[in-house]
């Protein structure tokens, strides 16, 4: 059977992500299936306005399924530092993209009587500000959990051939070497 690489509670983050991802990518959709109805004239507009959410969103998506494939082999110990850089990244554009569907959600109450315009739309842009929240707060527990070495196995070189560790040292030599500078014996006495 195959060793898990990662610690269990690290395996349900990485689930967690994925009904998250769930959450987020229905409401984009919904949210960009109300813009192109909308504006029927202007769908370049609507592909423009939600372009770097849809590319977050399927970023996420794609690091969250790498990392569950990787999570039983030794891929995921060595791809642990690139795991961290990725998961910054798409968690930086996760914020914007919560940021802009939480504004999107309060600029549609009617200021003369404080009444929404329409529940269709809010509820998409909740869904999708919940979702890109989730998937912020689940990304900084991986931040956490991968970044700690709570993934990473006691000795993480155990299951490579013998290979050093890459920041050991091999010399060519083997002579002794000679120890000019013996270690103190002085002991303060007013201690």
Request: aromatic residues 14%; hydrophobic residues 50%; charged residues 10%.
């Amino acid at each position: 059977m195959a060793r898990l690489h990662i610690h269990p509670v690290g395996l349900f983050l990485l689930f967690f992500g994925l009904l998250s991802w769930v959450v987020a990518l229905g409401g984009l959709g919904a949210s960009t299936k109300d813009c192109t109805e909308r504006a029927k004239s202007k769908a370049a507009s609507c592909a423009n306005t939600y372009q770097l959410e849809w590319w977050s969103i399927w970023f996420e998506f794609i690091l969250l399924v790498i990392m569950i494939l990787t999570c039983f082999t030794v891929a995921f110990d060595r791809a642990r530092h690139i795991f961290l850089t990725y998961l910054g990244m798409v968690t930086v554009l996760l914020t914007i993209m919560a940021r802009n569907f939480i504004t999107n959600s309060f600029t549609l109450i009617n200021q003369a009587d404080g009444k929404l315009f329409g529940t269709y739309r809010t509820d998409a842009y909740s869904a999708a500000a919940a979702g890109a929240v989730l998937l912020c707060i689940t990304n900084f527990a991986l931040i956490i959990f991968v970044g700690l070495g709570a993934a990473a196995p006691a000795n993480p070189y155990a299951s490579l051939s013998n290979t050093p560790a890459p920041a050991s040292l091999q010399t060519g030599s083997t002579a002794p070497v000679e120890q000019k500078y013996q270690p103190s014996t002085y002991q303060p006495s007013n201690f």
